[in-house]
């Protein structure tokens, strides 16, 4: 009797970095922040953007959350906490701003779907598209 042949089943990117590397969502907000600021040493035009732009913004994930600053055109705070006050607050999962960021979920789906939820007015919300 031969072995059965295991299925094909399809894991997503961020469930396997997760179990090789065991990246947490601060590790996977410290990378966006990263490329923020690459970006912003890069690309002047994007510099010149955002650089007016003063924003405190709160990452409610219901089991963990986070918080960051940006003056300046950098990220001058990033903390494992809520602010006291935000101009822009994030509420999700960890699972569904995973799959966010490694582009398994679409922005307006997680939005439409209730996945996401963004409180802020509508320049804040443009703010976020550029930011990331």
């Known amino acids: 009797m031969g072995a059965c042949p295991a299925p094909d089943v399809r894991v997503p990117q961020h469930e396997i970095n997760g179990l090789v590397n065991m990246t947490s969502m601060h590790d996977e907000i410290q990378i966006l922040i990263d490329k923020f600021d690459k970006k912003v040493a890069t690309d002047e035009a994007f510099k010149k953007s955002v650089e007016p732009l003063k924003k405190t913004v709160n990452i409610d994930l219901k089991t963990e959350a986070y918080s960051f600053r940006l003056e300046d055109a950098k990220v001058v705070w990033f903390k494992d906490e809520?602010?006291?006050?935000?101009?822009?607050?994030?509420?999700?999962?960890?699972?569904?701003?995973?799959?966010?960021?490694?582009g398994e979920l679409r922005p307006m789906k997680a939005y439409f779907s209730k996945k996401i939820q963004i409180e802020g007015n509508i320049q804040d919300l443009m703010f976020l598209t550029k930011m990331f």
């Open 82 to 102: 809520l602010a006291e006050t935000s101009d822009v607050k994030i509420i999700s999962t960890p699972e569904s701003l995973t799959a966010m960021i490694h």
